[in-house]
């Protein structure tokens, strides 16, 4: 990860690792929190039925994301030998899990990848209308609010261009890279007050 680089492969297939260029990364200011999301967010603190929970169950996090089904995939990538190597880097402070509690229940999260100020985006999951979209959400507010101005997504996709990530250019990527993992990584805890890094700082789009 320090160099760039990921594992991404499936079952029957050699151990693959990738370093895509162009990189899809979303800068956190430019983060798009659409209209009908921002709605849903707001009415769920306001009715304090949402919690975020950094780390409280990781494992539980990334097998829900290894068996959620992917338009036009068949299997996961998510496999167990991938879940144990992840765990470990959890277990080393390295990994870490973002995630959404609504009316007291887990219902969608992330896992990413945490070295400095960089946070690598991994897989996510939902066992409801927005959830995932939601533990998005808490991870770009927790990344504004300890001076993380990037997260990689690793491979362009429209779902994540709706939210506004945008490629990136290798070389200007592992330039980043290089700076952004020279500093202190932060402490991952996320507090309510976040929110208004994203709420306030982010104009609503259609």
Sequence with gaps: YGQGIFPWYSAGQPILWWCTDPRMVLRTHQFRLHRSLRKTLTGLLQEQRLIIRLDHDFERVIRACAHTPRKGQTGTWILPSMIQAYLQLHAAGHAHSVEAW???ELSGGLYCVNLGRMVFGESMFSRRSDASKL???ALVAFCMANEVPLIDCQQETPHLASLGARPMQRTDFSLHLRKATA???PLWQF???Y???LITGTDATA
């Design 135 to 137: 533990a998005m959400c």
């Design 191 to 193: 507090e309510p007050v």
């Design 183 to 185: 500093h202190n990584a």
């Design 195 to 197: 929110w208004n890094h």
């Design 102 to 104: 609504i009316d007291g």
